[in-house]
């Protein structure tokens, strides 16, 4: 099995998963802004959407899962099969949900290019930029190395 090793530092990446942890209490309570219910009858409707969110915490829980104990100690993350697909997709979920909120305010070519003057964002919005920068770069690294899409 394919695996990489991310060597992180601990005091930059601590205060941006206070965000992927914030952002992710939103996410166990509704479906991510990218999921589209459909016109079901209501209790179909209400049972999908209660699988919907019960597999997204999953995938949050891996995501979460790498910045535990060795994360601490080590400042490092383990990439491999088993865990590329949940984290990218939770990845995913937090970057549309920060998008959604507290980045509301950027454009999608303005957040993607990363182009953005980060002096001219206050506090809040600085750590949510970041942040948002962060996943992508864990998404980039796991669609680079361990290329799930190709696997699945």
Same mark, same amino acid.
């Given at each position: 099995?394919?695996?990489?090793?991310?060597? +992180?530092?601990?005091?930059?990446?601590?205060?941006? +998963?206070?965000?992927?942890?914030?952002?992710?209490?939103?996410?166990?309570?509704?479906?991510?802004?990218?999921?589209?219910?459909?016109?079901?009858?209501?209790?179909?409707?209400?049972?999908?959407?209660?699988?919907?969110?019960?597999?997204?915490?999953?995938?949050?829980?891996?995501?979460?899962?790498?910045?535990?104990?060795?994360?601490?100690?080590?400042?490092?993350?383990?990439?491999?099969?088993?865990?590329?697909?949940?984290?990218?997709?939770?990845?995913?979920?937090?970057?549309?949900?920060?998008?959604?909120?507290?980045?509301?305010?950027?454009?999608?070519?303005?957040?993607?290019?990363?182009?953005?003057?980060?002096?001219?964002?206050?506090?809040?919005?600085?750590?949510?930029?970041?942040?948002?920068?962060?996943?992508?770069?864990?998404?980039?690294?796991?669609?680079?190395?361990?290329?799930?899409?190709?696997?699945?």
């Amino acid at each position: 099995m394919k695996q990489i090793e991310v060597r +992180l530092s601990v005091e930059v990446v601590a205060p941006l +998963l206070d965000v992927v942890r914030e952002t992710a209490q939103q996410l166990r309570a509704e479906p991510s802004p990218a999921v589209h219910l459909p016109s079901l009858p209501d209790d179909l409707r209400d049972f999908w959407r209660a699988d919907v969110v019960k597999s997204q915490t999953s995938d949050l829980d891996t995501l979460l899962g790498l910045f535990g104990e060795t994360f601490i100690s080590e400042g490092v993350v383990y990439l491999d099969s088993r865990n590329a697909q949940p984290v990218l997709r939770a990845t995913a979920a937090v970057r549309l949900q920060l998008h959604r909120n507290q980045l509301s305010g950027l454009s999608e070519e303005e957040l993607e290019a990363g182009e953005i003057s980060i002096d001219a964002l206050t506090a809040p919005l600085r750590r949510a930029f970041v942040c948002y920068l962060f996943l992508a770069t864990l998404q980039e690294l796991i669609l680079h190395h361990l290329n799930p899409v190709e696997n699945a």
